[in-house]
């Protein structure tokens, strides 16, 4: 990281240790996360992999889309638990570092520890769900495979908003699923 910061005036790594100096909280973003979040950051996409890194420690990635419709890393950070102040302390870490730029929305997989921080750092932004987690939800809970392939639709049609308006109140009705 010392030698990331030598080469790139911009590149920001803002850490905490523990008592025992063992370190706790990691973030990072470099000169070209900053410009992209300057430029394409009104939406962010915070998610957590899971404990997937030989360190079982959760690994968070700020990442939105270009003007080309690519995926962009804003920054970066790993941490030792995912507790709301944990959430907090990263979350104000990447304000700080892209110089308070404020966000329109924040997309998640809805965990309450990250919700939490989400609204205390970010009250104004629109938290969503991402539609991988929401689609993973009605696969579980629906066991309708029609009514499945109906909301779907809904999620990944490209629907304009009239036009999933018309398609979800088509689905409400045929499966008679008011007030559910």
Request: proline fraction near 2%.
């Amino acid at each position: 990281m010392n030698a990331k910061a030598i080469a790139d005036s911009e590149f920001v790594c803002m850490f905490i240790v523990d008592e025992e100096n063992r370190l706790t909280n990691l973030f990072w973003r470099d000169s070209q996360s900053l410009h992209n979040y300057c430029c394409f950051g009104d939406v962010l996409i915070f998610d957590s992999t899971y404990k997937t890194n030989v360190y079982d420690k959760p690994l968070v990635v700020f990442v939105g889309v270009n003007n080309h419709n690519a995926t962009t890393v804003f920054g970066c950070a790993f941490f030792v638990d995912e507790t709301a102040d944990t959430y907090r302390w990263v979350l104000r870490t990447f304000l700080t570092s892209v110089k308070d730029k404020k966000l329109i929305s924040i997309i998640t997989n809805g965990d309450e520890a990250m919700r939490a921080g989400i609204d205390e750092v970010f009250p104004d932004a629109h938290h969503r769900l991402c539609s991988w987690h929401i689609m993973r939800n009605v696969n579980s809970n629906v066991n309708n495979p029609e009514i499945v392939r109906e909301f779907s639709y809904c999620v990944h049609g490209g629907l304009t908003p009239v036009a999933f308006e018309q398609h979800w109140q088509h689905m409400i009705d045929t499966y008679d699923l008011k007030g559910d």
